[in-house]
């Protein structure tokens, strides 16, 4: 370490600047350039979800309209919502400003697993793909049961097209896109901020940020357990929600709104950072109240998972848990009004500056609360009654999530843009912009109250005349034109700022947080020193001396500021970047193709299967550092932690979401079985010695860590060797355990206690499997010399997966075999 | 309150590879293992013992649990972070399950006639 | 049935003798704030463990005796702990077998689970009916009460910085994951169609209502009541919290802690 | 920049101006599906907390609003003006009272609904209460009265001032039961067995729709509900026990025949004339038309019943309803008319 600081040449070209060409983006890693393929792919699908919208606006203009069929409208509104909810209002959240940003604002060089970012977006964009291949098929192939799919109309026998089978896969595939990226940040937030970066010093956004990651990790499995169940139905012909074999259809509202609720949290939660970004640097206040609005945040996310049943009431839950859930959604009601006032605090008193972003973020203010007003509404069942599924919940989530999130994120774009691409946003065509949507925002969708009130249902194509509603329907529809032309001019805008914008300085608006305080657009590696931080609003203390503004001459600003943070770089040669990999646009082709193989051709997905494999292995051995313990790096690290270490903790808290929605399948249908085979057939001295099968193999598992982190490579050898087999004889134990059943007759399609049987209990098997595959490689890497003492962490984390996979057997083992004569609803 | 509550940046510092337990304790946690499965089996084909199988088994899964979790898995030793990593995701898993069969149990209590 | 058990008197009597004995022999003045905590916490011991609270325990109350566990496990041991100075615990925890013994009870994680599993199995109709009431004198069941919550709270408001306290992330998690198994126990008992203790159900009921509905409010006690207290206790502590990273984490110096300053390599 | 702050407060005013005026221009509540009803017991119970939640939501919008805007127009006066603005971080009482005071609201919404939650849900009904089994079928209602021996479809009668019992049955997939004129909603799902118990009030005629999408035809699976007197409900039950009309027309006569030849019998059942068994789902496909001329509107009514749009819909169901399930016959000029005939005989 050089005791004298010295300064640094500023000439390094920013992030966008690679003479490699296309290819340098199609193997990028940087978490910039990553954003900025998310940016651009979401506001494409913004664009197509867009006109989605129009067209729906056109056909209920007028009543009896016959400019878009049945069919074409019912898969205009699917994908409207699909569109909107996971390839727009999420990737933008998500994969451009919080990939950007988050980086940037807790003062690292990217996020933990740069490879793994690259990987979630081309899943992202294969999964996008995936959801329109209908279209192929014929111009009627687009999703037509809903965004939220409810069974049992998804089933084949209501739904026979793939259209749905696009849906179902698709968002399965968009599902560990989002999990991944959820993973990646959370693990980047928790363990890679700057040196003095405190939980209660980050920036809202990161806040938010973290909030929203962990509901992904905690929600999503959810949904992929619903969405499994609806694969095995259309394509292996099981029952989990045909009323035929004693299942319900309930079954998936349940799960679905187990992910649903929090989603709409992982869609406003980030909006909420970015108000909270927003706001300040206009009203030139630091933000009022940090730890209620921190607080505020958590306790959202807590009662977020509460709550699903309000989206239910109508289906009849009784009156007890009507009002359990009652409760507990007015609940939320209180940290978000403490959120709502205290954003009106900052701006209390404020020096306002009234930019475009400022003038979104007081449009977010309204629109959010007139829709988290209608909200209380549908959170009284009996009121809800009249409501839900007619217009007025249109209204309120068009104010939650257009009015709300959209402006958040509109805000965040015309802020944030002069440090994404080092140009303005022009501000005539910004404000034109921002009244025209005002205007027609609520236009469009504030009559929405009245039509719902009048009694217009949500998702029909067609109404009759003399109801009420043919002066509004017509009202809103020439609104939502209007409102489309002001997007127009949204994306004429940023064509335009991106041709010919106004160059824009690195801290244009005199903002608080760190990203400001690096050249805008940002160097590859963000910031040439780490910086230190001291207090909230890092930027902002370093430019003015205190946290607020109070009889600090601005003159510091002139010079201070000037020079950013990082200027005192003293190694600058340490910094080196990840280098471009391939093998997460290749693990993505992988997975496209084993979604389109379930389509069309069998042999495909285990191609898929394979391409996905092989790029896994390629890119663990690809880096150097594979499994390498790294000093420097743990110290560096917020926690003292590895972050591949907290990333498998993370991951593996997401599984239990994903067991127990299994297991509690599994439970709920035990006793909804009509007859033939039933838990009786397990055959308990088979899965006794199984059990114990896997309980050494545990013991095995921990053995060989300990000899590979004494470097014994022999015994690392035969402990991992040993594991291997003891899970290939669990693994042929359940072979032979499913094999009898199938020969006495039990297949998965038989009835509810087979496919749940097999399906949990398959599941269970795929990680063995999986895990089993992770041991060899690990096996042959420590007998060829590859991974030694220092590298010993690549088989503690294969280890943990390992124990994880054991412990859930004794879950299993208990709950589906040693209780199987026991009556569990 | 706050007289010497950790900053969790420091909290992981007083932890490493060399607090992990040796072979010998491995070993010990495996007999545990093997005999805690043995007392379910038996639990399990001992008649007598059927009025109380769901709590004892249930115990006894969750020991099996917490051992294999704390020792193999290192959590007693690792930094806490890891624990709440998992325990957190862990328990609101249990939720859901409970959630879910309250909420199933008590429609088919209340809806008794279900169509075949 | 009585109004006032002389045993709990002679109790918190000799609790709070030692209190002032241990002050006297080691000369030092324990500060007013904690002499106040303890002394509370004396008061709340008496109120819940005899008089009226007791009395109607002991009439076949189900509510108050919920209530009165309450009060032992979640309002006691926090004031005694609060009210005890460092100096004070430090001869009796610091050195010897019982520190071993001591260290290991109240790590959190087994601190968590031994109340835990206590709390369970003491509602567990079989256990209650069988132990609590009829076996042994129902006395031993609310002292265990007091020392398991003394355990749980430990980690929270342990005295002596030998024993570390948890992080206040970690303390608002612990009470968090505490809600999980205090409402395991509770839903049931609220949610249960039968009245589930025969030891309830077998008596008249000092309030005339029937042992479902002091089944019922016995269960809401629980479950909410712990809810909204738990959920008061780690606000505060989160707010704790924020001030401490905020304004008390100290300002990281670099040419002090050149460790820190190393770039981050990530690869390589 | 001043002047940019000028014409946003310009144009604000005048959104807000705007906005205001639309609220007002919602007067128009001529509407037969409007929410605010207060047709019935339940209707009236939900109107009343459903009124008591408005207000309590627009206090609270006025007050962020009136907050905001004052915020607004008072300190965008500052922009320019080198005084830095006070650095107010937190304040402790102000914060306490917005977290205190939204719950107390919240109390006073809480406990009115938990109480309407108990009332609107009875476990138990008065044995004397009518009950209507309503069917769903993807896109139609039928509503099957098990003491009376009656069943229609696409429209259901029930007598004013007494207790009306509807259980909801799904044979296919989840549908959504809505009169709003009634009271709520409830879905009907396939495999479950909902209720809705309620006290009709008023008498009159209203419209009902199916609320949960349920495929292609989702907007046309609409019906009607009439409220009768008492007598009035005599009569017309009396009226559906009654069987068929006998044909007087030759055209009529002529079209019974053709109804029994064609395909038509193999779904639908006219008393008498034709329909078989439950069991083989044999005349239970479609509508029973036992008096189908006495209905006023058909095929899930999207139509007024006459017969111009029943021979409309006869000669190609697809063409007015999407996904119909029932097909094309190819019924046309006389055939067709005869037939149209005999089913608006049926009165």
Redesign the interface.
């Known amino acids: 370490?050089a005791a004298q600081p010295k300064p640094l040449a500023f000439e390094h070209p920013s992030y966008l600047h690679d003479p490699g060409g296309i290819w340098s983006w199609i193997t990028t890693v940087d978490h910039k350039r990553v954003a900025v393929l998310y940016g651009i792919t979401a506001l494409f699908m913004m664009a197509v979800g867009g006109m989605e919208a129009m067209l729906i606006r056109a056909q209920l203009m007028v009543p009896g309209n016959h400019l878009l069929?049945?069919?074409a409208y019912?898969e205009m509104f699917t994908m409207h919502g699909t569109t909107m909810i996971f390839l727009v209002l999420m990737p933008l959240e998500l994969g451009f400003f919080a990939n950007f940003f988050i980086p940037l604002q807790i003062g690292?060089?990217?996020v933990a697993f740069?490879r793994l970012n690259a990987l979630s977006y081309w899943v992202f964009l294969g999964g996008t793909i995936f959801l329109h291949l209908g279209l192929l098929r014929s111009i009627y192939g687009l999703p037509d049961?809903?965004w939220f799919g409810?069974a049992?109309?998804t089933?084949r026998m209501?739904?026979p097209g793939i259209n749905v089978d696009c849906w179902d896969i698709g968002l399965l595939i968009l599902g560990v896109s989002t999990l991944l990226s959820g993973l990646n940040f959370f693990v980047t937030i928790?363990n890679l901020r700057a040196?003095?970066m405190?939980?209660?010093?980050m920036p809202m956004f990161i806040w938010a940020m973290l909030v929203t990651t962990i509901l992904i990790?905690?929600a999503f499995p959810?949904l992929t357990v619903g969405l499994i169940f609806l694969f095995a139905d259309r394509f292996l012909d099981t029952h989990f929600y045909r009323?035929s074999a004693?299942?319900?259809?309930?079954l998936w509202q349940?799960l679905f709104w187990?992910f649903g609720h929090p989603e709409v949290y992982i869609m406003a939660l980030p909006a909420f950072g970015m108000i909270s970004e927003v706001i300040p640097p206009f009203?030139?206040?630091?933000?009022?109240?940090?730890?209620?609005m921190?607080?505020s945040l958590?306790l959202i996310a807590?009662l977020s998972?509460?709550v699903w049943?309000h989206h239910m009431f109508?289906?009849?839950?009784?009156?007890?848990?009507?009002?359990t859930f009652?409760?507990t959604s007015?609940?939320i009601?209180?940290p978000t009004?403490?959120k709502?006032?205290?954003w009106?605090?900052t701006?209390?008193?404020?020096?306002?500056?009234?930019t475009t972003s400022m003038?979104f973020a007081?449009g977010f203010?309204?629109e959010f609360?007139?829709g988290g007003?209608?909200g209380?509404?549908h959170a009284?069942?009996?009121?809800?009654?009249?409501?839900?599924?007619?217009y007025i919940i249109v209204a309120h989530f068009h104010y939650v999530l257009f009015g709300g999130v959209l402006m958040g994120i509109l805000a965040a774009f015309y802020y944030w843009w002069p440090k994404i691409t080092g140009r303005f946003l022009s501000e005539k065509l910004g404000?034109a912009q921002f009244?025209i949507t005002?205007?027609a925002f609520?236009?469009t969708f504030?009559?929405m109250h009245?039509v719902?009130?009048?009694?217009?249902?949500?998702?029909?194509?067609?109404?009759?005349p003399?109801?009420?509603?043919d002066?509004w329907n017509y009202f809103e529809s020439v609104n939502a034109f209007i409102l489309g032309f002001a997007f127009l001019l949204f994306f004429i805008n940023i064509i335009w700022s991106a041709m010919d914008g106004e160059i824009a300085s690195s801290d244009p608006w005199d903002a608080r947080t760190l990203e400001w305080s690096i050249p805008s657009p940002p160097p590859a590696f963000n910031f040439a020193?780490?910086p230190?931080v001291?207090?909230?609003d890092a930027f902002w203390v370093r430019k003015y001396g205190?946290?607020?503004?109070?009889g600090v001459a601005p003159a510091i600003a002139g010079g201070a500021a000037a020079a950013p943070i990082g200027a005192h770089a003293?190694?600058e040669e340490?910094?080196?970047?990840?280098?471009p990999s391939l093998y997460p646009l290749i693990f993505a082709l992988g997975v496209f193709l084993m979604g389109v193989g379930c389509l069309v051709w069998t042999r495909l997905i285990i191609m898929g299967g394979a391409v996905t494999v092989m790029s896994v292995i390629g890119m663990v051995f690809e880096?150097?550092?594979f499994g390498k313990f790294?000093p420097?790096?743990i110290?560096?690290s917020?926690?003292?932690?590895d972050h591949r270490?907290?990333g498998m903790?993370?991951f593996?808290?997401?599984e239990?979401?994903f067991?127990?929605?299994l297991?509690?399948?599994y439970?709920?249908y035990k006793?909804?079985n009509?007859g033939g085979f039933d838990a009786m057939i397990l055959n308990?001295p088979l899965t006794?010695v199984s059990?114990?099968v896997l309980?050494?193999s545990?013991?095995t598992?921990?053995?060989a860590l300990?000899a590979v982190?004494r470097d014994d490579r022999k015994w690392s050898v035969f402990w991992l060797a040993s594991t291997v087999l003891f899970g290939c004889i669990f693994l042929g134990g359940q072979a032979f355990e499913f094999t009898d059943f199938v020969m006495q007759g039990l297949k998965i399609q038989t009835n509810l206690f087979g496919q749940t049987f097999y399906t949990l209990v398959g599941f269970h098997g795929i990680h063995v499997l999986i895990g089993v595959c992770w041991l060899i490689v690990l096996t042959i890497a420590v007998a060829r010399g590859k991974i030694g003492k220092d590298r010993?962490l690549a088989v503690e984390i294969g280890?943990?997966y390992w124990?994880?996979v054991?412990?859930v057997w004794?879950?299993i083992?208990?709950?589906i075999y040693?209780?199987r004569t026991?009556k569990?609803? | 309150m706050s007289d010497h509550a950790l900053?969790?940046?420091?909290?992981?510092?007083d932890v490493s590879?060399e607090d992990?337990p040796?072979?010998g304790l491995?070993?010990l946690?495996?007999a545990i293992?093997?005999v805690l499965?043995a007392a379910?089996?038996t639990?399990?084909y001992v008649p007598g013992l059927q009025p109380v199988?769901?709590p004892i088994?249930?115990v006894?899964?969750i020991v099996?649990?917490a051992f294999?979790?704390m020792?193999?898995?290192h959590l007693y030793y690792d930094?806490k972070?890891?624990t709440t990593?998992?325990v957190?995701?862990?328990l609101?898993?249990?939720?859901?399950?409970f959630?879910?069969?309250?909420?199933?149990?008590?429609?088919?209590g209340?809806?008794s006639f279900?169509?075949? | 049935m009585h109004e006032f058990s002389i045993s709990v008197i002679l109790g918190v009597a000799a609790l709070a003798g030692l209190y002032l004995a241990a002050s006297l022999l080691l000369d030092r003045r324990p500060a007013r704030r904690q002499t106040a905590a303890f002394g509370l916490g004396l008061a709340m011991m008496t109120f819940a463990l005899t008089g009226p609270i007791d009395h109607y325990v002991q009439a076949r109350s189900f509510a108050l005796y919920i209530f009165q566990q309450m009060l032992l496990v979640f309002i006691v041991p926090p004031l005694l702990l609060i009210g005890m100075p460092d100096w004070m615990a430090r001869p009796l925890l610091v050195g010897g077998w019982f520190e071993r013994a001591w260290r290991i009870l109240t790590r959190p994680l087994v601190a968590f689970l031994i109340f835990s599993s206590t709390f369970t199995l003491i509602h567990y109709p079989l256990l209650c009916d069988h132990v609590c009431h009829a076996r042994l004198p129902y006395g031993d069941i609310r002292e265990l009460l007091l020392l398991v919550g003394l355990l749980l709270w430990w980690p929270l408001l342990s005295p002596l910085p030998e024993y570390p306290r948890l992080s206040y992330?970690m303390q608002i998690m612990y009470l968090?994951l505490l809600m999980i198994p205090m409402t395991a126990v509770a839903a049931p008992i609220t949610?249960a169609q039968t009245v589930l203790y025969m030891f309830y159900a077998s008596g008249p009921h000092p309030f005339g209502i029937t042992p479902q509905a002091d089944q019922v409010l016995g269960g809401l006690i629980m479950w909410i009541g712990q809810g909204i207290y738990l959920m008061c206790v780690f606000?505060a502590i989160?707010?704790r919290?924020?001030?401490?990273?905020?304004r008390e984490?100290p300002?990281?110096n670099?040419r002090l802690q050149?460790?820190?300053?190393?770039?981050?390599?990530?690869?390589? | 920049?001043r002047s940019?702050?000028r014409l946003?407060k310009f144009?604000g005013s005048g959104?807000l101006a705007?906005?205001v005026f639309?609220?007002f221009g919602?007067g128009?509540?001529?509407?037969?599906?409007?929410?605010?009803a207060s047709g019935s017991d339940l209707a009236k119970?939900?109107t009343s907390?459903?009124i008591q939640?408005?207000i309590?939501?627009s206090i609270?919008?006025a007050i962020?609003?009136i907050?905001?805007a004052l915020?607004?127009f008072v300190?965008?006066t500052?922009?320019g003006?080198p005084?830095?603005?006070?650095?107010?971080?937190?304040?402790l009482m102000?914060?306490l009272a917005?977290?205190i005071a939204?719950?107390l609201i919240?109390m006073f919404?809480?406990i009115p609904?938990?109480r309407?939650?108990?009332r609107?849900?009875p476990s138990k009904w008065p044995a004397n209460a009518i009950t209507v089994q309503v069917h769903a079928h993807?896109w139609w209602w039928e509503f099957d009265y098990p003491g009376l021996h009656i069943a229609t479809g696409d429209e259901v009668h029930i007598p004013i001032n007494r207790v009306i019992h509807f259980e909801l049955y799904s044979d296919?997939?989840?549908h959504?039961f809505?009169i709003?004129a009634l009271?709520?909603?409830?879905?009907v799902?396939?495999?479950?067995v909902?209720?809705i118990t309620l006290i009709p009030s008023v008498t009159g005629e209203f419209?009902g729709?199916?609320?949960?999408?349920?495929?292609?035809?989702?907007?046309?699976m609409?019906f009607r509900m009439v409220v009768d007197t008492a007598d009035g409900f005599k009569q017309w039950v009396a009226a559906q026990q009654a069987p068929p009309v006998e044909p007087q027309e030759a055209a009529a006569k002529n079209g019974e025949k053709i109804f029994k030849n064609a395909p038509c019998a193999i779904c639908h059942t006219v008393r008498g004339i034709s329909g078989f068994s439950k069991q083989y789902d044999y005349g239970f496909r479609g509508p029973d038309l036992t008096h189908f001329g006495s209905r006023g509107t058909l095929a899930g009514s999207?139509f007024d019943n006459n017969p111009k749009n029943l021979a409309m819909w006869i000669q190609d169901p697809e063409k007015v309803k999407?996904?119909a399930r029932m097909p094309t016959l190819g019924l046309r000029g006389t055939d067709l008319h005869d037939l149209v005939a005999y089913l608006e005989s049926l009165k």
């Not at chain 1, 004693?246 to 309930?250: D, K, N, S």
């Not at chain 1, 917020?638 to 932690?641: F, I, S």
Request: charged share 10%; net charge neutral.
């Open positions: 370490m069929s049945a069919a019912n690292a060089r990217d740069p049961a809903g409810y049992n109309l089933e209501y739904t928790v040196p003095g405190t939980f209660m010093r990790l905690l959810a009323v004693g299942a319900t259809p309930i349940h187990i009203s030139r206040k630091p933000l009022f109240g940090y730890p209620m921190a607080y958590v807590f998972y509460g049943g109508a289906t009849g839950m009784g009156p007890i848990a009507d009002a009652s409760i007015m609940l009601a209180i009004g403490v709502i006032f205290s009106l605090a701006v209390w008193g404020g020096r306002l500056r009234f003038l007081v203010l309204v609360t007139i007003l209608s209380i509404m009284s069942p009996p009121v809800d009654l009249q409501q839900t599924d007619s404000k009244w005002a205007w609520n236009a504030f009559p009245f719902g009130v009048l009694g217009m249902p949500r998702r029909i194509y067609t109404y009759a003399h109801m009420g509603w002066f020193a780490v230190m001291t207090s909230r205190t946290v607020g503004t109070h003293e190694v340490h910094i080196h970047m990840p280098a880096y150097p550092s790294d420097a790096m110290a560096e917020t926690l003292g932690l270490k907290v903790w993370a593996l808290g997401s239990c979401v067991f127990a929605s297991i509690s399948t439970m709920v006793d909804r009509l308990i006794s059990t114990f309980l050494t545990s013991l598992m921990v053995l300990a982190q010993s280890g943990l124990h994880f054991d412990i004794v879950i083992f208990t709950l040693l209780m026991v569990h609803a | 900053n969790p940046a420091h909290a992981g510092h590879h992990h040796g072979p491995y070993l946690i495996a293992l093997t499965t379910e089996i639990v399990f199988l769901v088994l249930l006894l899964a099996k649990f294999v979790g020792f193999y898995m930094s972070v890891f990593l998992f957190f995701p862990l609101l898993a249990l939720l859901i399950v959630g879910l069969l309250l909420l199933f149990s008590h429609l088919q209340v809806l279900v169509v075949p | 992330p968090f949610m606000t989160f707010f919290w924020s001030r401490f990273e905020d984490v300002a990281i670099l050149p460790g820190l300053r190393v770039i981050r390599r990530p690869a390589a | 920049m940019v702050s946003n144009v959104l705007a906005m639309a609220f919602c128009n509540f001529n509407a037969p599906m409007q929410t605010f119970w939900i907390l459903y939640i408005t309590w939501d609270v919008l962020v609003l907050v905001l915020a607004i300190f965008s500052r922009e003006d005084t830095e603005p006070h650095e107010h971080e937190s304040d102000l914060e917005w977290t939204p719950a919240l919404i809480t609904t938990v309407t939650i108990m609107t849900q993807q296919d997939i989840i959504s809505w709003p009271g709520g909603k409830r879905d799902i396939p495999g479950q909902n209720q419209y729709q199916c609320a949960e999408f349920c495929g292609l035809s989702h907007a046309n609409r999207i999407p996904g």
